[in-house]
């Protein structure tokens, strides 16, 4: 399967609180794990991306935990601020492969 | 350093008309990607190519074409478009080693309404 499913389709989060956007995906080959965010009438940019030999990374207030035999992946925001609010996509690739598979994208609102 | 350029930014089409999209980057990447966005469908490839003068199909391909004639610039072609055609259409490029492990740069996106 080289579906990722993604969830939620949208989410409101108070400024300040913690924002968790969950990914799920079947194919066992994926090794490479990155997280995209997008502001309204801009592309995607990469955020931060995550290989399945940890079951963690942090880049300040964001942090990508990894659950391998979950086959589950999640990005956490801490101290969500309204800056934050814009379209987040998981993805998933497999080493050799040219494309990567996005998840359906979160739509994340921070309330300020 | 421009970056992932694509022009036009919006365009609106009758059923039937014909229209070409420019994306161009100057990264001297490798790998470049076309892309639509619909609303809680999130981004789906439509065509892809690894290298000057090579393109692949990828997931809805279906309607429109690609060439890639300078590995700065990635075309795509709507021959007869479609109401089913109106999205935003996203390019990105990348480099090619790591194949899709790179980090994908995309441009700022084409809005395209088909009346």
């Known amino acids: 399967q080289q579906q990722v499913k993604q969830s939620p389709q949208s989410l409101i989060v108070q400024k300040g609180g913690i924002s968790i956007i969950n990914c799920a995906y079947e194919n066992t080959a994926f090794d490479y794990f990155p997280w995209y965010q997008q502001f309204p009438g801009k592309g995607p940019a990469l955020l931060i991306a995550i290989r399945p030999d940890v079951s963690e990374k942090k880049e300040g207030r964001f942090t990508i935990s990894f659950n391998k035999s979950a086959k589950q992946f999640s990005l956490h925001i801490m101290d969500s601020q309204p800056g934050d609010s814009a379209t987040y996509f998981c993805a998933a690739s497999v080493l050799g492969d040219d494309k990567i598979i996005f998840g359906k994208g979160t739509r994340l609102h921070i309330l300020p | 350093n421009a970056g992932v350029t694509q022009t036009p930014k919006f365009r609106v089409l009758k059923t039937g008309q014909s229209m070409t999209l420019l994306c161009a980057q100057d990264m001297n990447h490798e790998y470049m990607y076309w892309y639509r966005q619909d609303p809680g469908m999130g981004l789906r490839l439509i065509h892809y190519s690894v290298g000057e003068g090579t393109t692949a199909k990828g997931e809805v391909p279906d309607g429109y074409n690609v060439s890639r004639l300078k590995k700065q610039n990635f075309l795509l072609g709507l021959e007869s478009a479609a109401p089913s055609q109106t999205s935003v259409y996203f390019c990105?490029?990348?480099?090619?080693?790591?194949?899709?492990?790179?980090?994908?740069?995309f441009g700022p996106g084409t809005r395209l309404t088909v009346l």
């Open positions: 990105a490029s990348s480099y090619s080693i790591r194949g899709g492990h790179n980090e994908q740069f």
